[in-house]
């Protein structure tokens, strides 16, 4: 079965950097589009990032553009965020997202369970 584990989280200073891990099976992950969002408490869940399958095109919340970057390894089905001058705001449960096709154009939705980052001093 599918299955996303996201590692890397954890407690940083503002200003400080992380990357996040996202380990897939149970599927092609070279067919499928990977995403990272995030979650703060109270609040809805946002998209941080997208990547496409072959990794030629990527997306960015304006939030996070040209502090975050996305990046995948498809010899390792892994899919990673590195984050940089990270901010309070940046504190939330960050979730890994795969877009895994079963026709054409058509896709189902899988979820990792989640890694907290907390930037806080």
């Known amino acids: 079965q599918v299955q996303l584990v996201e590692s890397g989280g954890g407690l940083v200073q503002p200003g400080g950097s992380l990357r996040l891990s996202c380990a897939a099976s149970?599927?092609?992950?070279?067919?499928?589009?990977m995403s990272w969002y995030r979650q703060a408490p109270g609040k809805e869940r946002e998209l941080v990032a997208s990547?496409?399958?072959?990794?030629?095109?990527?997306n960015y919340a304006e939030s996070v553009k040209g502090r975050f970057t996305i990046s995948r390894d498809n010899a390792n089905n892994m899919v990673h965020l590195h984050m940089n001058s990270l901010k309070p705001e940046d504190t939330a449960l960050y979730y890994c997202?795969?877009?895994?096709?079963?026709?054409?154009?058509?896709?189902?939705?899988?979820w990792g369970q989640g890694t907290q980052v907390t930037v806080s001093s």
């Open positions: 997202n795969a877009l895994v096709p079963y026709s054409i154009n058509s896709y189902n939705d899988y």
């Open positions: 990547i496409s399958a072959t990794g030629a095109t990527r």
């Open positions: 149970g599927f092609t992950f070279s067919r499928s589009p």
